[in-house]
């Protein structure tokens, strides 16, 4: 949870003027929140994508089944899928088909709720909506075929204009090739940045 925050955090600074913030904890500490953040009793954080598929433990599936190897996540694997399938064959099973926005928005409003936060990338890498960085690992080249995130940010904007739409998007992505590079240099390179991240936000 600390972890989403300073995530959203960052986001949410970079969004600002630049030079009003500097790349320290007390600088970006000093942001003030929103004043209807402060105000709103509720809100509903989404997390949705390719580990919706096995819908085994958390979003975190993926590193748990083949990052550290936990157990259960292995047996998981073994009993439910044949050998040698990968975490990237559940893309194409991950067909959203009855996904509509209108009514998630109509049930969003209904529930009272004052903002709405959808996972646009966890940290499996995989875009929520048709990103050009992200070459078949998005939503429009395998799987849904659809914009999920634009389809629910219109139908927000368009019938609940009182609710805020707001975006969750992991800054890292444990085995992209890039930030793995990256992280093998200590972080004194920025390929990832550069060449995704920063084409993304
Ligand atoms: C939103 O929800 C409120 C409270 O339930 C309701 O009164 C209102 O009609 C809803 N608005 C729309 C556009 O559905
Ligand atoms: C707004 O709501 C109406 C009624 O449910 C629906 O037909 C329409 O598609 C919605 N508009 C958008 C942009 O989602
Ligand atoms: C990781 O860094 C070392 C030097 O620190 C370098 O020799 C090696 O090629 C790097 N590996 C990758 C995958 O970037």
Redo the contacts with the bound molecule.
Sequence with gaps: MLKWIAVMLLIGAAALSEAQYAPTWESLDARPLPAWYGEAKIGIFIHWGVFSVPSFGSEWFWAYWQGSKDPAYVEFMEKNYRPGFTYQDFAAMFTAEFYNPVDWA?IF??S?AKYVVLTSKHHEGYTNWPSKVSWNWNSMDVGPKRDLVGELAEAIRA??SHIHFGLYHSLYEWYNPLYLKDRNNSFQTNYFIVDRAECQL
């Design positions: 109509d409003n209904a009272g019938n609940h």
